[in-house]
């Protein structure tokens, strides 16, 4: 399954936007294979921060382990933010 | 402490001008050079240079220490307003197209900073809730502030033992609180330091009577107890 990112907006900024969208797309993940990846497609996102990542990714990571696999992006507010994520909960994230 | 008097060439790169520019701004009286005992030296104080030009800041700051009426235009009193404006800079910067520093950036330090104010305070805001929101492109400037209750009455709820705002600054810019308990939040300004540090972009902070300030490629915070007590935050990024 591939989730684009661009779809919750191009400025994905705030906590509380980060768990609206989650919220808003955990339905989707029940149709998700038991051996299936989650691809999360960051083209199109102009801003990306900490706050809505940790609430976003933080807990798919927590979820789906190795399954969850970033694409790659020169976005660089992805770059440091994928940073900081890393560094705060101890984890790699799997990248395309 | 350190010394609050910069070098001309050290004041030259802390508002990103020249060493010429700031001869000139001398002589015509538009930011005037301090002279230590009629010594020839240019000596310039950060506070100066920081409001040099900046009648956003200037209004920010007055908002951060009086809690006196601000303009509609910079009043985000939710958060909601705060992200629609944001969203107007992002546009700003994208029309604008000669950003030396990545925008996604800018739009992300500032974003993180607008939304702690909000994180941290609703529900408990000591006077004025909300935030001001203020920036200009060509200046290169984006400004925001608030009248919460400060990164050390913030933090003191994980860490007990801090005992100034200075210290507190240092801890919120620098350390991941373990656990981050009893909230999932914190790892904004860390986020806010690692970018800035790796850019071309500026950066001042105050909360209580703590003034942070970044400049030049570097993660270096130089932290020092300032005149002015506010309730809250007070932050200019600059780029």
Avoid at chain 2, 177 to 185: C, D, Q, T
Wanted: hydrophobic share 40%; glycine share 10%.
């Amino acid at each position: 399954m591939v989730i684009e990112l661009r779809k919750f907006g191009t400025m994905l900024i705030s906590r509380q936007a980060g768990r609206e969208a989650l919220a808003a797309f955990r339905p989707s993940l029940r149709a998700v294979a038991a051996d299936e990846s989650i691809i999360i497609d960051f083209a199109g996102v102009v801003t990306f921060s900490p706050s809505w990542g940790d609430e976003f990714l933080t807990p798919l990571l927590g979820e789906f382990g190795e399954r969850l696999v970033l694409r790659k992006t020169d976005n660089p507010s992805v770059e440091a933010t994928l940073e900081i994520l890393e560094r705060t909960d101890d984890k790699v994230f799997k990248q395309e | 402490m350190e010394n609050d008097l910069l070098t001309i060439s050290e004041a030259a790169e802390f508002i990103g001008v020249s060493i010429d520019t700031l001869r000139r701004w001398d002589k015509s009286g538009k930011l005037l050079a301090i002279r230590k005992e009629g010594g020839k030296h240019r000596y310039y104080a950060r506070r100066d240079l920081e409001l040099v030009g900046s009648d956003i800041f200037k209004t920010a700051s007055e908002w951060a220490f009086s809690g006196q009426d601000i303009p509609e235009e910079f009043y985000c009193t939710n958060s909601a307003i705060f992200q629609q404006r944001l969203s107007g800079l992002q546009k700003a910067l994208i029309r604008s197209g000669s950003e030396e520093e990545p925008l996604s950036l800018i739009v992300a330090v500032a974003g993180e900073i607008g939304n702690n104010s909000y994180d941290h305070n609703l529900g408990n805001w000591p006077d004025v809730s909300g935030t001001f929101f203020g920036y200009g492109v060509k200046e290169g400037e984006v400004v925001l502030a608030d009248r919460g209750l400060g990164i050390l009455h913030t933090l003191k709820k994980v860490k007990p033992d801090l005992v100034n705002h200075q210290e507190a600054l240092r801890v919120a810019f620098t350390e991941i609180i373990s656990g981050r308990a009893p909230e999932a939040r914190g790892n904004g300004l860390k986020f806010v330091r690692s970018v800035v540090g790796k850019h071309q972009i500026g950066l001042f902070f105050q909360s209580g009577d703590a003034e942070l300030r970044m400049y030049g490629k570097s993660l270096d915070l130089r932290i020092t107890r300032g005149p002015n007590m506010i309730r809250g935050c007070l932050a200019r990024i600059t780029f």
